[in-house]
């Protein structure tokens, strides 16, 4: 393992600046923020001092400083946006003794982990707790401090040759690899260890690559994945073995190029059987609810070539997100994009066709409202998913002259995040402003790409390597 992050004292002396509300991105923003502070000890010092003001009112004031601190127009980064509530609403707190218990009130810092950071887990004791941390990891992927990892995991238990990693998924605690044996490997995102391997039910093989995982469901407790056979698994974390949850019907449906979902619904892109390009589960009870679509109607016959051949840029890509008003999916080939709501099956929210430039499908990605599509051209689109209404725009080429296609994309919340050739390069999502690059240079070609709130993974199929950025505050 080798660590590109500070030491533990640089980290929690940001955690006390921030306390301190020191913080601030703006000095200026910081500067009124404390002339407003004066003038209000002056009010506070009149007449009506020993009026008491009542704590609700209090705390919605508060709300409402750390909201418009954030919705600022100034800085040019959401990043920067989201970090200027903190020492705002700390400003604040600096009023009087009263104002300042408020500082404690659990119900304010849920409120302002929901709307600031798009949070609703608690994974600390005290929502305060959560918030500063989730402010400290912003502030991280702001500054590119991380603490890089490099994953081990057990050798091809067949010996048929070097395992090839075909998809990433992240939750709050765990990794999830998927490889081209049809086996899933899980990793311990706190001690980067290798915890679990779960393989699928064997069945005879239709093609070199028809046991190949091409998606996987992570949730709290379970990993669901499916292969290109169409066949999909379910296995319990911290138990051994797992269960085939729906057999593929490869002669019916065609192939299941992209998997993908939540704990609510579990969404399947075929390609191969007209008519058939989605299947949607219901995810409690694995029920199947809907087939049908046409999106990869023109590429059925690709879709058949992916079981023995190994396709350069994938056929296509389907993303669940959870973060608009309702569970909506957002799908993608390399001529077509679409958006459709999982609630009201059927209902196609936006379609829209890129035949003069194209999609470079590997590219495609959602983070809570919003999804990030590349085309041809390299010019990279941030648009809203509920009605695909373009937020920002910016040139992804590096001039390395790389193939078309060839470069792989993912997001999060605050960041686009393009590796093209052996470097990964990070913008702003919400303005297209160019943040950094990866200080770490990837050994051959990136197979996979995934990002979250803490952690950004990459898988390299040349070495065999799992790369892990850890961007979280200690």
Not at 1 to 22: I, K, P, T, V
Not at 76 to 102: D, G, K, N, Y
Request: glycine letters at 8%.
């Amino acid at each position: 393992m080798s660590s590109s992050s500070s030491s533990s004292e640089d980290q929690r002396g940001r955690g006390r600046q921030f306390e301190r509300g020191e913080t601030s991105i703006s000095s200026a923003s910081t500067s009124v923020g404390r002339t407003r502070l004066r003038r209000g000890r002056q009010r506070l010092s009149g007449n009506n001092r020993d009026e008491v003001w009542p704590e609700p009112f209090i705390e919605a004031l508060a709300y409402q400083v750390a909201v418009n601190a954030a919705s600022s127009a100034s800085p040019t980064s959401v990043t920067l946006r989201s970090l200027s509530a903190a020492p705002a609403i700390s400003t604040l707190f600096q009023v009087c003794s009263a104002w300042r218990a408020i500082s404690h009130s659990n119900l304010l810092w849920h409120n302002l982990t929901n709307r600031i950071w798009g949070g609703d887990s608690l994974v600390h004791n005290t929502w305060r707790e959560e918030y500063i941390y989730r402010h400290c990891t912003a502030y991280n992927f702001r500054i590119s401090r991380s603490l890089y990892s490099t994953l081990n995991y057990d050798p091809n238990i067949d010996n048929s040759g070097p395992l090839a990693c075909r998809c990433l998924t992240l939750s709050d605690s765990h990794l999830a690899c998927g490889f081209d044996d049809g086996s899933v490997r899980l990793f311990n995102l706190a001690s980067t260890l290798h915890v679990s391997t779960f393989h699928p039910h064997h069945r005879d093989r239709l093609g070199r690559f028809s046991r190949a995982v091409t998606g996987i469901v992570l949730t709290d407790t379970r990993v669901i994945f499916a292969s290109l056979d169409g066949d999909i698994h379910v296995a319990v974390i911290g138990l051994v073995g797992t269960r085939r949850a729906q057999l593929g019907d490869m002669v019916n449906d065609g192939t299941l190029v992209d998997f993908n979902g939540c704990n609510r619904w579990w969404l399947g892109l075929y390609a191969g059987a007209p008519g058939r390009s989605f299947h949607v589960w219901n995810g409690e009870n694995e029920e199947l609810v809907f087939v049908g679509g046409t999106l990869t109607d023109p590429e059925s016959v690709m879709g058949w070539h992916s079981l023995s051949d190994e396709l350069t840029e994938p056929l296509g890509r389907v993303r669940v997100t959870s973060a608009v008003e309702s569970d909506v999916a957002v799908a993608c080939t390399g001529i077509r994009l679409m958006a459709f709501d999982l609630t009201n099956l059927g209902s196609v929210l936006n379609d829209e066709q890129f035949q003069r430039v194209g999609l470079i499908v590997s590219s495609v990605d959602v983070s809570n409202r919003l999804l990030m599509v590349v085309d041809n051209r390299r010019i990279a689109s941030v648009r809203r998913v509920d009605n695909f209404e373009e937020v920002c725009a910016f040139t992804v080429d590096d001039g390395s002259g790389a193939r078309r296609g060839g470069l792989i994309g993912c997001m999060n919340g605050g960041c686009v995040f393009i590796c093209s050739g052996c470097n990964i390069r990070v913008w702003d999502a919400l303005y297209g402003e160019y943040v950094s690059s990866f200080r770490e240079r990837l050994e051959g070609e990136v197979n996979a790409l995934i990002a979250n709130e803490r952690h950004v993974a990459a898988a390299c199929s040349s070495d065999m390597t799992i790369h892990l950025w850890d961007y979280s505050a200690p």
